[in-house]
């Protein structure tokens, strides 16, 4: 059974929280949002009226978004009634150590206790919450803007309940959002893992005078950046193997592939492991047809372009 999620906490109005905020009462919560910061009434209408017309962009209704967003004089008021506290502190262990042990003790028994944390894993600053209380809590983890961008990494802490994941992934879905399980923890998670990964070739390639910082944002939104937005790194691999899919593709170019990339670190890819990378991305995609998986990536890839024309257009 699904759990009503009615009313939702938002602790810390940064830039992340305020989003947040917007989102969840443009989807009918009732938000009570805490933070220390002297303007924080001030910050939470600039937000709404500049987010408004995002979510209206989407199809919600946000006539009466600001009717539904409540200032809190403390954290205690704030999740007083909450069904879901989602977390947006500092990235700083000892500071959610402390922040989580309040929020355990003044939300309801059933509130999920979620956290925005970008890279510390929910297992480093849990470990002195009793059981039933350390079963509520998780990461779920934005990309910013989060009323924007639907991925939330939902990584659970190593005493974490699995019905908390449950109600964790059905919340953010009843948002509008598109939550990933994570199975293990790991520090930044994996969405941040990969940019750090490519942000740091991207300065090696500037640094070496290879492309120009302008010139390297073009490659990226003009070929991977696309390919990525409609069908990601493994799909993409798999149907540029073509028929024979990923099986294929490192069978013929994974060898000039790893060279290309050596030096950086990670381990060659032979072998038994290499194995199971193929069979993982069979087992993903291989129920699809070569030409059914080509059409929808190219029909996604059109309307890509034809959003981007679109805006350029209006941008000039």
Same mark, same amino acid.
């Not at 709404?48 to 979510?55: N, R, T």
């Not at 939300?107 to 919450?129: D, N, R």
């Not at 803007?145 to 802490?157: A, D, M, N, S």
């Given at each position: 059974?699904?759990?009503? @999620?009615?009313?939702?906490?938002?602790?810390?109005?940064?830039?992340?929280?305020?989003? /947040?905020?917007?989102?969840?009462?443009?989807?009918?919560?009732?938000?009570?949002? %805490?933070?220390?910061?002297?303007? &924080?009434?001030?910050?939470?209408?600039?937000?709404?009226?500049?987010?408004?017309?995002?979510?209206?962009?989407?199809?919600?209704?946000? $006539?009466?978004?600001?009717?539904?967003?409540?200032?809190?004089?403390?954290?205690?008021?704030?999740?007083?009634?909450?069904?879901?506290?989602?977390?947006?502190?500092?990235?700083?262990?000892? @500071?959610?150590?402390?922040?989580? =042990?309040? &929020?355990?003790?003044?939300?309801?028994?059933?509130?999920? &206790?979620? %956290?925005?944390?970008?890279?510390?894993?929910?297992? #480093?600053? $849990?470990?002195?919450?009793?059981?039933?209380?350390?079963?509520?809590?998780?990461?779920?983890?934005? @990309?910013?803007?989060?009323?924007?961008?639907?991925?939330?990494?939902?990584?659970?802490?190593?005493?974490?309940?699995?019905?908390?994941?449950? #109600?964790?992934?059905?919340?953010?879905?009843?948002?509008?959002?598109?939550?990933?399980?994570?199975?293990?923890?790991?520090?930044?998670?994996?969405?941040?893992?990969?940019?750090?990964?490519?942000?740091?070739?991207?300065?090696?390639?500037?640094?070496?005078?290879?492309?120009?910082?302008?010139?390297?944002?073009?490659?990226?939104?003009?070929?991977?950046?696309?390919? /990525?937005?409609?069908?990601?790194?493994? &799909? !993409? %691999?798999?149907?540029? !193997?073509?028929?024979?899919?990923?099986?294929?593709?490192?069978?013929?170019?994974?060898?000039?592939?790893?060279?290309?990339?050596? !030096?950086?670190? $990670?381990?060659?890819?032979?072998?038994?492991?290499?194995?199971?990378?193929?069979?993982?991305?069979?087992?993903?995609? !291989?129920?699809? $047809?070569?030409?059914?998986?080509?059409?929808?990536?190219?029909?996604?890839?059109? =309307?890509?372009?034809?959003?981007?024309?679109?805006?350029?257009?209006?941008?000039?």
């Amino acid at each position: 059974m699904t759990r009503p @999620f009615r009313a939702a906490a938002v602790i810390g109005a940064g830039t992340i929280g305020l989003s /947040w905020t917007a989102l969840f009462a443009a989807h009918g919560l009732t938000v009570r949002v %805490s933070d220390p910061r002297e303007d &924080l009434a001030e910050a939470v209408t600039e937000a709404l009226e500049q987010y408004a017309p995002h979510l209206a962009a989407r199809g919600l209704d946000v $006539t009466a978004l600001a009717d539904r967003v409540h200032i809190a004089a403390d954290v205690t008021e704030a999740v007083r009634d909450a069904d879901v506290v989602q977390e947006n502190g500092p990235e700083r262990a000892e @500071f959610k150590k402390d922040l989580f =042990a309040t &929020l355990a003790r003044e939300a309801p028994a059933h509130a999920l &206790l979620l %956290s925005s944390s970008s890279a510390i894993p929910s297992t #480093a600053f $849990t470990g002195e919450l009793a059981d039933e209380d350390a079963a509520r809590v998780l990461i779920g983890h934005p @990309f910013n803007p989060p009323h924007l961008v639907p991925l939330v990494e939902v990584v659970p802490g190593e005493r974490t309940g699995e019905d908390a994941v449950q #109600a964790a992934l059905d919340f953010y879905t009843s948002v509008g959002r598109t939550p990933v399980v994570e199975r293990k923890e790991i520090p930044g998670f994996v969405g941040n893992r990969l940019q750090n990964a490519l942000a740091r070739e991207a300065v090696y390639l500037v640094d070496q005078g290879v492309v120009t910082p302008e010139d390297l944002d073009k490659v990226v939104t003009n070929s991977l950046g696309l390919r /990525w937005a409609t069908v990601g790194p493994f &799909l !993409g %691999s798999h149907l540029g !193997g073509g028929p024979g899919g990923y099986r294929h593709l490192v069978a013929h170019i994974g060898a000039s592939m790893q060279q290309t990339g050596a !030096g950086g670190g $990670t381990p060659p890819l032979t072998g038994e492991r290499q194995e199971r990378l193929i069979e993982a991305v069979e087992k993903a995609y !291989g129920s699809s $047809t070569y030409s059914e998986l080509t059409e929808t990536r190219d029909r996604r890839q059109l =309307a890509v372009l034809a959003a981007l024309d679109s805006t350029e257009k209006e941008e000039n």
